[in-house]
């Protein structure tokens, strides 16, 4: 099972190859989706697709078929990236909090 920062490579229906970075891997009601980009793009668009198993138990990525389904795992994608976006902003708040109080020291020891 490919994990972030690993590229996979998926054969479209005309037998062309095409290599995806990983985003992420989330679990949604007990299935596992991956969440690619297509490397050397940054076109913002990305795809997900649903971990399933063969009879032979080699894991197969597949296209969600359920609308429902795609919706659920979207929006729970979705609210990842906000709760990291709200993290990095917590933290650059923090390192701009570090830097006015190290001008303030400064200030004072000039007095």
Same mark, same amino acid.
Request: glycine share 6%; with cysteine; hydrophobic share 30%.
């Given at each position: ?57 080699? +894991? ?28 990095? +902003?917590?933290?650059? +708040? ?18």
């Amino acid at each position: 099972m490919p994990g972030q920062d690993d590229v996979v490579t998926l054969v479209d229906e005309d037998g062309a190859e095409h290599d995806f970075n990983v985003i992420d891997v989330i679990e949604v009601d007990e299935c596992e989706y991956v969440v690619l980009e297509p490397a050397g793009e940054e076109s913002g668009e990305a795809i997900i697709l649903k971990f399933v198993q063969d009879e032979e138990g080699n +894991d197969l990525l597949v296209d969600i078929e359920d609308d429902e389904e795609w919706e659920k795992v979207a929006d729970a994608w979705g609210e990842l990236n906000d709760s990291d976006e709200d993290d990095e +902003d917590l933290e650059d +708040d923090e390192c701009e909090d570090d830097d006015d109080e190290d001008e303030d020291d400064l200030d004072e020891d000039d007095e």
